[in-house]
């Protein structure tokens, strides 16, 4: 991953100033902290995660709680291994992209797909690039931007998934690639020597992930992640980068992360009611 240091864009005249700047020096417009530094959260356990995240460590513990629950699920059902391989039908009930679901009105299914994962190794792998890309999203866009190019991306990612491939899929790859494609975004809208730097970079990463998962036996859900690549790429290309709190674009915004969290809790509600109307 890129490395970002102390400068960031200026939302007018998208010269490159530091983060302490109000004023633009170029162009004398007022620019505000970033979304980031306004909120000014504060490293973890005392420090040692200095590059943490709210949103993206929210995401972690659900992500982690819901692999301990479907784990210990599995494991119950008579799966000996189930840390390392949760079984299909676990995942199937606690809210898998699942076609026939999907088919039976079960929307919700593309949301919570996205925080289950088969295994140990899965969800150890995406954790690890969501605590170092999720923060660095979450640094340069803002936590709004963030959490809704996260969102969008996980559900067009597994609608691409549904049209593609009948088989049940899970993990939070789909999102991911929507983070990366968020990156790619920042370098294509920058046509300068680091946002050069940061396209080539990540798009050698988009890459790497597409053609993994063309390699036989790896069962690599490739649709999701085109799909959560191209959405997250859009999003984030769209939206830019946070510009003064008072605008009416930063409300828009903040509005749009807010439904995104709403339909994120409707859809785990929705996963539990059915799954305790499977279960009796």
């Known amino acids: 991953m890129v490395q970002m240091d102390s400068r960031r864009m200026c939302p007018h005249c998208r010269a490159f100033i530091t983060n302490k700047d109000r004023t633009c020096p170029y162009c004398n417009e007022p620019v505000g902290a970033r979304a980031i530094d306004r909120r000014n959260p504060a490293d973890i356990l005392g420090g040692m995660i200095p590059h943490a995240r709210f949103n993206t460590v929210v995401i972690l513990l659900i992500n982690f709680g819901l692999f301990l629950a479907t784990a210990l699920y599995s494991m119950g059902a008579g799966n000996g291994e189930a840390f390392w391989n949760v079984d299909v039908g676990t995942l199937v009930a606690f809210g898998a992209k699942y076609n026939a679901g999907l088919a039976a009105g079960q ?66 790859s789909a999102a991911l690639m929507g983070l990366i494609g968020a990156m790619i975004a920042l370098g294509v809208r920058h ?83 059915w799954f305790a109307h499977v279960a009796q």
């Open 107 to 172: 929307w919700w299914r593309l949301v919570t797909a996205g925080f289950l994962h088969g295994g140990l190794l899965h969800i150890l792998m995406n954790s690890w690039v969501l605590f170092d890309l999720g923060a660095q999203v979450e640094e340069i866009y803002g936590a709004s931007r963030m959490l809704v190019v996260y969102f969008v991306a996980n559900v067009v990612g597994f609608y691409a998934s549904a049209v593609w491939s009948p088989a049940p899929s899970v993990g939070a």
């Open 191 to 273: 046509q300068n020597p680091m946002g050069s730097a940061i396209r080539a970079t990540y798009m050698r990463w988009a890459v790497y992930i597409i053609l993994f998962g063309l390699l036989p036996g790896l069962h690599v859900d490739n649709a999701a992640h085109i799909g959560g690549l191209a959405a997250g790429f859009a999003i984030a290309y769209v939206a830019g980068l946070p510009r003064l709190e008072s605008s009416w674009t930063e409300k828009l915004w903040r509005g749009a992360s807010w439904v995104c969290i709403l339909l994120t809790a409707v859809s785990f509600l929705k996963m539990y009611l």
